[in-house]
Structure formats: C-alpha cells, structure tokens
C-alpha cells in the first residue's frame, strides 16, 4: 500500500519499515478486518538515523512528535479516514502529556497539493522547507495541540 503511493510518501524496503514499527511512538491501522490505512509515528530523542526531515525537526525542537507517514489506499480515500487517524495521534499525544508538538512534512516538489491543503484544514502551519534529495523539497509543518 505504501510502495503504490510514491511519490505522495517515500519507498520503504520491508526491513526498514520492520525497524520503523520497532521504534514507533504510534502505528495505527484504520480498517477493520482490511486494512484501509495506516500511519507511523516517532517522538522526539531517538539516536538512530531516521531521515533528515526526522533531523530537521530534532536540531529545532526538543519535544515533539513527528507523522513519518500516513497511507490510505485508494478505493478507501475521501471518507475522512487520513483525518481519523491524524486526530487518534492527537488525542494519544495530549493523552501522553510529554509534548504538545506535532509534525510532519509534505511535498512541495513535487507538490502535492491535496496533502497541502488537508493539512492546512486541520491546523498545521509551516515552519520551514528543505531539499529532503535531490528534486524533493518538503514544507515542514507543525501544529500545537491544545
């Protein structure tokens, strides 16, 4: 589901993800019996490589959690699924009570303007970009949660 979503999320290697869930502050699955969607999550502190956008937010924030990806597969999109899970991670942040930060990026080139503007819709700001490699740079997004 994820590998058939590049270039809206990154390619991952089965290893990688089985190390991504090992180290997950949340892996939520939406769906039931099938599985519609997913998301992975990271807190703040962790010391292995975790990408640079994972980076970014490490050298400019010291708590918070960051959204690694989120997946709803296609026949199942437009049913506010993405939005369930986004406000489960919310609820389980403030519930956790160590950060009230949230964050995550999303493509500015190649720009993805649906993730742009549900973002906006539910309260992220931008509070920078970066070239994540060569031909992609993301908008780094935050949201404080009340």
């Known amino acids: 589901m994820n590998n058939e979503n590049v270039p809206a999320v990154s390619y991952i290697e089965i290893d990688e993800l089985m190390k991504d869930l090992r180290l997950a502050k949340h892996a939520l699955v939406v769906g039931g019996e099938t599985v519609r969607g ?3 999550t990271f ?3 962790i010391e292995e490589d975790l990408g640079v956008n994972y980076a970014w937010f490490s050298a400019r924030y010291p708590d918070f959690v960051y959204l690694d990806r989120v997946v709803i597969d296609a026949p199942y999109r437009s049913q506010r699924l993405g939005e369930a899970l ?3 991670v919310e609820h389980r942040i403030l519930a956790e009570g160590a950060t009230s ?3 995550c990026e999303v493509n500015l080139q190649p720009r993805n303007e649906g993730s742009l503007r549900f973002h906006a819709r539910l309260g992220f700001e931008q509070v920078g970009e970066q070239e994540s490699k060569p031909g992609l740079v993301v908008a780094m997004l935050a949201k404080r949660l009340r």
Do not use: A, V
């Open 38 to 40: 997913f998301c992975t």
């Open 43 to 45: 807190s703040s502190g």
């Open 86 to 88: 986004y406000r489960e």
């Open 101 to 103: 930060l949230f964050t």
